[in-house]
């Protein structure tokens, strides 16, 4: 308890006086994890979208496996691009293993199963209501998936916080792509798996709650959404 | 049904829903200028006519004739409003019937004005009343100048002085010109809107008359026992 004590206090000390050390990790982290949910909402937004008015063969298929994605851990994800980006591997030339571009490709696919299913079915609820009256308005099959992503923008926006909540929060994808190098790719999370198994408990504990702080605003931020969606009706 | 210039026509029309038929061999023709009132009880095929004629639906066997290729319109029983406001709404119904955007705004003044809603545009759409939804659904519609106006029971669920508003304004409509096929459940409004009358049962087109005769002469049996209010399902 003693231990856990003073492991707070220093967090406290650390996280008041804006420890450089520590502003920059959990700079790299908002970073990363903020870029991997651009392009996750890139790609999975207009792919989603694409599978949600579309009709082509083994679609059921497609949809099946990308709900299965959802389950997707986060080391295989982690191994699959380090296997791709290692000197050896098809994107080795590239040189991005163990930097920040990779840690964001690992969580880009991380992130990317997750927007893409959860906004396909999204825009397929939304058209079961709606649209048959847009095609009568003359919308075509990408534009009707536009309008119902405008529609339920507030929940769009709360998809991507819980998004962006689970690429902030991993450990296993990032250790692995990024290398834990210090002052280039180390997160808030694999410093805190460092420190904790070198027994520096402050800053793993300073991270932590950072970390903490980090989620408890995304989840204020969806509740505030939610609100505005109520509001907006 | 009193003849006009056909605008629309279905021959031997028939529409399935897997192991339903929705739509048994109807034949209808729209003619410029008619109001046609589809009437019928829950599941005698109104809405699925009404989507079949507007072209939402396509016939399992028949077929749809277009005679004039003319702008339409459907104003839904529930219509779908985007989460913007009144105005963005009509905006974007302008541009998706691909409206120059010089007329937009102009269009979209002169149908909020018409129906009564221009001082509330910067509302949300989805906070308005009932009665509202629907007659912003309505300047929606008629923003794009339809020549053909379909109605999927658009007075359904509104207060006895929306419903007045609505009917208004479908006769306003029609006043100009503007052909209207509508489905309604309500007799009182069949007589008063309507040039024609048409009496669906099970898919099937049971009568098909001008107003007057339809509410005067002898009816086939079911449409008779709907007229007298007695359920025609049994």
Known sequence: MNDFGASLATASHLIFNADAALLRIVGLSLAVSGSACVFAALFGLAGSAALAVGRFPGQRIVVLLLNTLLALPSVVVGLVVYLLLSRAGPLGELGLLFTPPAMVIAQTILALPLVAALTRQLVADALRGSGDQLRSMGAGPMTRAALVLVHD??????????????????????????????????????????????????????????????????????????????EGR | MSEAGPLIELREASVRYRDVTALDGVSLRVGRGQRIALIGSNGSGKTTLLRTLHGLQRCDAGERIVHADV????????????????????????????????????????????????????????????????????????????????????????????????????????????????????????????????????????????????????????????????????
Not at chain 1, 196 to 201: E, I, N, P, R
Not at chain 2, 76 to 96: D, K, V, Y
Not at chain 2, 171 to 184: C, D, K, L, N
Request: aromatic residues 6%; hydrophobic residues 50%.
């Open chain 1, 153 to 230: 923008r507030w929940s769009l926006l709360t998809l991507l916080l819980t998004a962006f909540g689970r690429a902030i929060s991993e450990v296993g994808a990032v250790m692995i792509v990024g290398g834990n190098i210090d002052g280039v790719t180390r997160v808030m999370t694999t410093t805190i798996a460092l420190e904790t198994s070198k027994g520096d408990l402050p800053l793993a504990l300073a991270l932590g709650i950072v970390l903490l702080l980090v989620v408890g605003a995304i989840n204020v931020l969806i509740a505030l959404v939610q609100r505005l969606s109520k």
């Open chain 2, 71 to 234: 702008p339409q319109a459907m104003v839904f029983q529930r219509p779908f409003l985007l989460r913007l406001s009144a105005w963005s709404n009509m905006l974007i119904a302008l541009w998706l019937a691909g409206v120059p955007a010089r007329e937009r705004i102009d269009r979209a003044r002169d149908a909020l004005r018409r129906v009564g809603l221009l001082e509330q545009r910067t509302r949300p759409a989805r906070a308005l009343s009932g009665g509202q939804q629907q007659r912003l659904a309505l300047a929606r519609a008629w923003s794009v100048l339809p020549q053909l106006l379909f109605l999927d029971e658009p007075t359904a669920s509104l207060d006895p002085a929306a419903k007045q508003e609505v009917e208004d304004l479908v006769m306003e409509f029609a006043a100009e010109g503007m052909t209207v096929v509508m489905s309604t459940h309500n007799l009182g409004q069949a007589k008063r809107l309507a040039t024609d009358v048409v009496y669906l049962e099970g898919g099937r087109l049971i009568a098909a008359l001008p107003t007057e005769r339809f509410f005067t002469e002898r009816l086939p049996d079911a449409a008779a026992r709907f007229l007298k209010g007695e359920t025609t399902w049994q």
